[in-house]
């Protein structure tokens, strides 16, 4: 159990809507990443969030884009669904920026866009 | 840039014999190397890591690998399965202050009874 949860837990949408997903992090912990996992490979980073700002980002199109709360809540939203953004959401959190060493992974969101 | 290759796709192996699974990885920097586990319909849960020092990594489950330099190698080993270890296995690097874990493609760990 890492504190680290998510919802929901399963999504369907279809192409061309958009979707929020959520994540609330460990509490204390200010650094929230997310991670796309297509099925059948390794998690791709999206971005990461320090103290509600971006902090850095993978390559991925600004359709993909992020919130971070001062509760430990964090969303990631992607616009204008393509049929390859079918896949499982990842968020992490950890108590310090860029430290990827000390992150704990959420259970995931599995989004399929029909 | 780093990049992660996991050589096996998919590793069968009988309940209570040894296995190993393999990672090399690239990077011009200085790296940090990660293992995690995922279970069907899980998360990622972090098995070890190596960020510096000892060579060998001890983890969670009687995993444990090594870290080679010269090879850019980061296998993974157990003396003994148990069918719970059934699951796919990811091997990931980071650069040393990096803000982002790299990846690779996993291997899907079967044990047979």
């Known amino acids: 159990e890492t504190g680290v949860t998510q919802s929901p837990t399963h999504l369907i949408k279809t192409r061309g809507q958009q979707v929020t997903l959520r994540c609330s992090s460990q509490s204390g912990h200010n650094t929230v990443s997310w991670y796309q996992q297509a099925l059948g490979q390794g998690p791709q980073f999206i971005f990461q969030?320090?103290?509600?700002?971006?902090?850095g980002r993978g390559n991925f199109p600004p359709r993909f884009s992020g919130l971070q709360f001062p509760n430990y809540s964090s969303e990631l939203n992607v616009n204008a669904l393509e049929l390859n953004d079918s896949a499982l959401y990842l968020c992490?959190?950890?108590?310090?920026?860029?430290?990827?060493?000390?992150?704990?992974f959420g259970p995931g969101t599995r989004l399929t866009v029909l | 840039a780093q990049s992660v290759t996991q050589l096996d796709s998919q590793v069968p192996v009988f309940e209570e014999a040894p296995v190993e699974l393999r990672c090399n990885y690239s990077s011009s920097v200085s790296v940090y190397l990660f293992w995690y586990v995922q279970y069907p319909n899980q998360g990622l849960q972090l098995l070890l890591k190596y960020l510096s020092g000892s060579t060998l990594v001890k983890g969670i489950n009687g995993f444990e690998a090594e870290f080679n330099k010269s090879q850019t190698s980061f296998h993974l080993r157990k003396p003994s399965v148990h069918i719970s270890d059934t699951a796919e296995y990811f091997c990931a690097v980071s650069g040393a202050g990096s803000y982002q874990l790299t990846f690779g493609k996993g291997t899907k760990l079967s044990v047979i009874p």
């Open positions: 992490a959190s950890s108590p310090l920026a860029g430290a990827v060493d000390t992150q704990y």
């Open positions: 969030y320090y103290r509600e700002e971006e902090n």
